[in-house]
C-alpha cells in the first residue's frame, strides 16, 4: 500500500475521517479481496484480518503530517484518520486511476458497522482458505466465539459474501 493509495481511502471518508485502527485495516482487506491493488500482506488476528503493511503505511503518513491522527489511549477514545487540508488538494490533481473502481465500494465499506466489518472480514478470510461459506462463517464464529444463527452473524456473511462477488463484475 502507497501513500497516494492511503489518501486516496481516507479522502473517501470525506472531512471526519475514518475512525479507528480496525475500521481502517478491514476496508482495506475488504478492498484488496474484492480486487483493488493494495497489496498487503494479512494474518488472522484476534479482531480479524490484519496487516502489518497498512498499520506501517499509516504510521509512516502520521509521521509525515500527511495524515492527522487523534483520539486513542490517551485521550479515551478511538484513533481517527484524516488528511491534511492540502492533501485534498494533491489528489484532486492526481487521482488514483488504480482505485477509482472501487470508490463506492470503499465509500460504503467505510460506512458499515465495525461489527459487520469485523466479523464479515473474518469470514471472508475463512472462505478464502475454504471456498465454502458455510464452513467459512462456522470457523469465523467459533474463532470469534458468536453463535453463527444471530442476525448479526447473518448480516456480516452477506457482507462478506458481497465483497466476494465484486471480484467477479
Known amino acids: 500500500m502507497n501513500r497516494l493509495q492511503l489518501a486516496t481511502l481516507i479522502s473517501w471518508a470525506g472531512e471526519r475521517g475514518i475512525e479507528g485502527r480496525k475500521?481502517?485495516?478491514k476496508v482495506v482487506f475488504f478492498l484488496q479481496q474484492a480486487g483493488c491493488p493494495l497489496d498487503c500482506q494479512y494474518t488472522l488476528h484476534y479482531?480479524?484480518?490484519y496487516s502489518r503493511d497498512v498499520a506501517d503505511?499509516?504510521?509512516?503518513?502520521?509521521?509525515?503530517?500527511?495524515?492527522?491522527?487523534t483520539g486513542g489511549p490517551q485521550s479515551g477514545g478511538?484513533?481517527?484518520?484524516?488528511l491534511a487540508p492540502w492533501i485534498h488538494a494533491v489528489l484532486a490533481d492526481t487521482p488514483n486511476a488504480e482505485?477509482?473502481?472501487?470508490?463506492?465500494?470503499?465509500r460504503d465499506l467505510i460506512s458499515e458497522s465495525i461489527w459487520s466489518l469485523?466479523?464479515?472480514?473474518?469470514i471472508l478470510f475463512f472462505y478464502r482458505q475454504t471456498s465454502d461459506w458455510n464452513q467459512?462463517?462456522?470457523k469465523a464464529c467459533e474463532f470469534k466465539k458468536v453463535p453463527a444463527d444471530t442476525e448479526a452473524s447473518q448480516v456480516a456473511l452477506g457482507l462478506a459474501q458481497r465483497v466476494d462477488a465484486a471480484t467477479r463484475n
Open 23 to 25: 475500521r481502517l485495516q
Open 47 to 49: 479482531y480479524g484480518p
Open 57 to 69: 503505511a499509516c504510521d509512516e503518513m502520521v509521521t509525515a503530517r500527511l495524515v492527522t491522527e
Open 78 to 82: 478511538a484513533y481517527a484518520y484524516t
Open 99 to 106: 482505485m477509482q473502481p472501487f470508490e463506492r465500494l470503499g
Open 118 to 122: 469485523e466479523l464479515g472480514s473474518t
Open 136 to 138: 467459512a462463517l462456522a
